[in-house]
């Protein structure tokens, strides 16, 4: 079993976590504008959220292929897997948020202009009404993901700096060997260290009259 990820999901990680965050605020600069920032801004949000859709796509590939380090294997089981629950809902919004943000502009009738050169084809026919529901879910999608990405986070750090075992340092590019604590079992013929006995009573300090 590897004690990290693969390299290639370690700078995939982090590389896409700067673009997802960018994303995210760009997303949300672009409505609370209808000044010419609007056209930049929307600009820049269409060819990085496709770049986002091709890293993800590569990195599931290699995800799959390559596993993943194993957890703390004293991590409640509840707790396992309520972390494979949501690196499975993150690899969703990875992929789902931005062919939704493409299936809305093709159903709006809008071109999916990358670059002046580039124009991707439209993936669903023209429908106001699926433009409208799919307009809606990549707006809550978003606010979704940005929610599961907060909570991520937090865990994240609980793992590096309250629990430090090991889980942070999967993710990491540190040279040091992945510290997991050990487990305590005592060795065979060593009697257990005894805990020195507490006094029975407090010693009187008050002399006997
Ligand atoms: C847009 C933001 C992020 C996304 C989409 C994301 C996604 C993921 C996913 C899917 C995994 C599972 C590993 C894999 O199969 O690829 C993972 C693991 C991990 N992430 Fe993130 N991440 C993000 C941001 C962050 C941030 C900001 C931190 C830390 C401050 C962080 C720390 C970690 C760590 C330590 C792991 C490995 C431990 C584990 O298995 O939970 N991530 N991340
Ligand atoms: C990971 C990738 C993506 C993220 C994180 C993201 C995020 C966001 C956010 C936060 C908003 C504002 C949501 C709202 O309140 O309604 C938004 C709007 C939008 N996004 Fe994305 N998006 C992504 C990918 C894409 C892609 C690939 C396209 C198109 C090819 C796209 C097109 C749009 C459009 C057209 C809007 C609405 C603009 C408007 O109504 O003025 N998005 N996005």
Known sequence: MPDRFHPAIRLLHWTMALLI???LFVGVAMISTAGPAYASLI?????????????????LAVRLATGAPPLPADLPRVQQRAARGAHILLYLAMIGLPLIGWAMLSAGGYPVRLTAALTLPPILPQDALAYGLLRQAHGLIAF???????????IALIHGFVHRD?????????????RRPEPQVPEPGVPEAQEPDEPDAEPDETPAS
């Open 43 to 59: 600009a820049v949000h269409r060819p990085l959220g496709i770049a986002i859709l091709l890293l993800a796509a590569i990195r």
């Open 144 to 154: 979704a993901f940005f929610a599961l990405i907060l909570g991520h986070l937090t």
């Open 166 to 178: 090991g889980v942070f340092e999967t993710m990491g590019f540190a040279r040091t060997p992945v």
């Open 21 to 23: 965050v960018a994303m």
